[in-house]
């Protein structure tokens, strides 16, 4: 997997105002932190973070804050502006390349069933499984052929190929995609369509007509 490299620097101010000052300036508030590490206030440039996630969130990061040593880490959450989507918080979790860590794993779906080409419908049940691997051992993805998917077909998480030092950690019964028939929608029968042209019920077979109200009825 590519690594990025990522400068920022340390960040002392905290609260709201000083962050609507930051985010002005083009810069953005994060954290980065470890399982052996004090957590350190970071600001860096929005726009670079934003490129370098823009393939996925799992690439791993060489991270320099200041003149310091960099830290390779990996995004551990980001937020971002519900209007704007612009990033305006990102958490970074420092590794140790021999320890085990655990991620989400996209899953991407190859081909066009069969069953859709005779008018099935294919539904994604899955779009990501959770894993644990090394951090130098992170898939970009994992890939599933669903081309020979036939109507009432399913591929499980058990379907998927996983490379040597990479444990599933979703279900492997779990279902990822199927194909299932087509909703049948059923036609209104006559009376049904009397129903809803006259707004009431026709009376049913044996059974008298419902008597009129005071108002309508003749003298």
Same mark, same amino acid.
């Given at each position: 997997m590519e690594r990025i490299k990522l400068e920022a620097s340390e960040r002392?101010?905290? /609260?709201?105002?000083?962050?609507?000052? !930051?985010?002005?300036?083009? #810069?953005? =508030?994060?954290? &980065?932190?470890?399982?052996?590490?004090?957590?350190?206030?970071?600001?860096?440039?929005e726009r670079t973070l934003?490129?370098?996630?823009?393939? /996925?969130?799992?690439?791993?990061?060489? !991270?320099?804050?200041?003149? #310091?040593? =960099?830290?390779? &880490?990996?995004?551990?959450d980001l937020q971002r502006d519900p209007l704007t989507q612009k990033l305006v918080h990102a958490d970074f979790f420092q590794v140790d390349t021999k320890q085990k860590i655990h991620v989400s794993i996209p899953v991407h779906y190859l081909g066009r069933p069969?069953?859709?080409?005779?008018?099935?419908?294919?539904?994604?049940?899955?779009?990501?499984?959770?894993?644990?691997?090394?951090?130098?051992?992170?898939?970009?993805?994992f890939e599933l052929d669903v081309s020979d998917l036939d109507i009432g077909d399913a591929l499980h998480v058990s379907d998927i190929t996983v490379p040597d030092g990479v444990d599933l950690l979703t279900a492997l019964t779990e279902t990822a995609v199927h194909v299932v028939a087509p909703r049948v929608v059923e036609e209104p029968t006559e009376d049904e369509e009397d129903v809803a042209a006259d707004g009431?019920?026709?009376?049913?077979?044996?059974?008298?007509?419902?008597?009129?109200?005071?108002?309508?009825?003749s003298e």
């Open positions: 002392q101010e905290t /609260g709201k105002g000083a962050m609507r000052r !930051l985010r002005a300036l083009g #810069q953005m =508030p994060a954290v &980065v932190y470890g399982s052996e590490s004090t957590p350190t206030n970071l600001q860096l440039v934003d490129h370098a996630v823009a393939h /996925g969130v799992n690439r791993l990061i060489d !991270l320099t804050v200041g003149s #310091q040593k =960099p830290r390779l &880490v990996l995004v551990k069969k069953g859709v080409i005779v008018g099935g419908v294919f539904e994604t049940l899955l779009r990501e499984v959770a894993a644990e691997c090394l951090p130098l051992e992170i898939p970009d993805a009431e019920a026709p009376a049913a077979e044996g059974e008298a007509p419902a008597a009129e109200t005071k108002e309508g009825a």
